[in-house]
């Protein structure tokens, strides 16, 4: 008996583990969300001379590895899927600037 329970409590931390791994991995997806829109308004404003293309397919490919992951939990999937329309809402505004400033996107 006390074998099983072990491997109970093993078996529970390690799913404890994948879940702070994913929570971590969401997290750090919305800090990056955040830097490619203030890098995005210092292109918009004249700070830099080429557009953050190569910092948004990064943010893309990460948005598309948790899009496929299936063990996120509701709440984790709630939260993820807010990041992504908050994401969703930015990428249109910055094509419509792109747009008018001329520039075509990749």
Same mark, same amino acid.
Request: aromatic share 10%; hydrophobic share 35%; proline share 1%.
């Given at each position: 008996?006390?074998?099983?329970?072990?491997?109970?409590?093993?078996? @529970?931390?390690?799913?404890?583990?994948?879940?702070?791994?994913?929570?971590?991995?969401?997290?750090?997806?919305?800090?990056?969300?955040?830097?490619?829109?203030?890098? =995005?308004?210092?292109? =918009?404003?004249?700070?830099?001379?080429?557009?953050?293309?190569?910092?948004?397919?990064?943010?893309?490919?990460?948005?598309?590895?948790?899009?496929?992951?299936?063990?996120?939990? %509701?709440?984790? /999937? =709630?939260? =993820?899927?807010?990041?992504?329309?908050? %994401?969703?809402?930015?990428?249109?505004?910055?094509? /419509?600037?792109?747009?008018?400033?001329?520039? @075509?996107?990749?």
């Amino acid at each position: 008996m006390a074998y099983s329970l072990n491997k109970l409590n093993r078996h @529970d931390l390690g799913n404890r583990e994948e879940t702070a791994d994913i929570e971590q991995t969401i997290h750090r997806l919305d800090e990056d969300i955040r830097r490619l829109k203030i890098e =995005f308004g210092i292109y =918009f404003s004249g700070g830099v001379k080429r557009a953050p293309h190569e910092a948004r397919g990064r943010v893309e490919a990460s948005i598309k590895r948790i899009a496929d992951d299936r063990n996120l939990s %509701y709440a984790q /999937r =709630f939260q =993820f899927n807010t990041i992504v329309n908050r %994401y969703t809402a930015y990428r249109e505004l910055w094509r /419509r600037m792109l747009k008018a400033k001329g520039e @075509d996107l990749i």
